[in-house]
């Protein structure tokens, strides 16, 4: 009886955990659309080039918009595994829900100087975000994963392929937003983009032997 009520206790910490991060994630989802501005006052060839001229907004947000879907989706697939929680857990859960409540200003900087002067320290600044969000997303499954952690933290074994899948994975992204980051200072649009096909790459589950 003790067992099975310890075991709930860690499931509703897990959950409640899990429940507050899906708050961050929807809200900080929700307020890239405030980017967008309703051209006023035009007529309509008027707000025709207006809205031509607000492309990198679309793109910004687009792009933003997929990568914390996609960090949505695999913190989703990381809770899943984990058993338990504790106070380190919790603080480096906190650390990465930081860095995805500020996504909305980096791509705010995107959206209003891409294609003009200032687009390189812009997406400098936004790919550089994303180099901290993905360090602080290794930080957290390195945690959970590490064989320090005694009892363990996660429900499946350490030698699971899904775990060896999600670490060959995570070992990408840090490396490709460098690249990203470099990018930024010759071709501000491909650092972008590139920041964007890491959304997709990371879209698909991790793949590991027999899955």
Not at 48 to 60: F, G, H, K, T
Not at 83 to 97: E, I, K, S
Not at 135 to 156: D, E, G, H, T
Not at 198 to 204: G, R
Request: glycine letters at 6%.
């Amino acid at each position: 009886m003790s067992d099975s009520r310890s075991v709930s206790g860690a499931e509703k910490e897990t959950a409640r955990v899990e429940a507050f991060s899906d708050g961050v994630f929807a809200i900080a989802i929700t307020l890239l659309i405030l980017e967008l501005k309703v051209p006023s006052g035009l007529d309509e060839h008027g707000l025709r080039s207006a809205l031509e001229a607000e492309w990198p907004s679309y793109a910004a947000l687009l792009v933003s918009f997929a990568t914390i879907g996609i960090m949505w989706v695999n913190h989703h697939r990381l809770f899943n595994l984990v058993h338990r929680v504790d106070h380190t857990l919790l603080l480096l859960n906190g650390l990465l829900l930081l860095g995805v409540t500020v996504v909305p200003f980096p791509t705010a900087l995107v959206a209003d100087y891409m294609g003009r002067g200032g687009a390189r320290l812009a997406a400098a600044v936004y790919s550089g975000w994303f180099i901290v969000i993905a360090i602080a997303f290794n930080l957290l499954w390195r945690y959970l994963a590490s064989p320090a952690r005694q009892p363990p933290l996660l429900k499946v074994s350490l030698e699971s392929p899904e775990v060896r899948a999600i670490h060959a994975a995570y070992r990408v992204a840090p490396l490709w937003y460098v690249i990203a980051f470099a990018l930024s200072f010759w071709l501000p649009v491909a650092s972008v983009a590139v920041c964007g096909a890491l959304a997709l790459f990371f879209a698909l589950p991790p793949r590991h032997a027999g899955g």
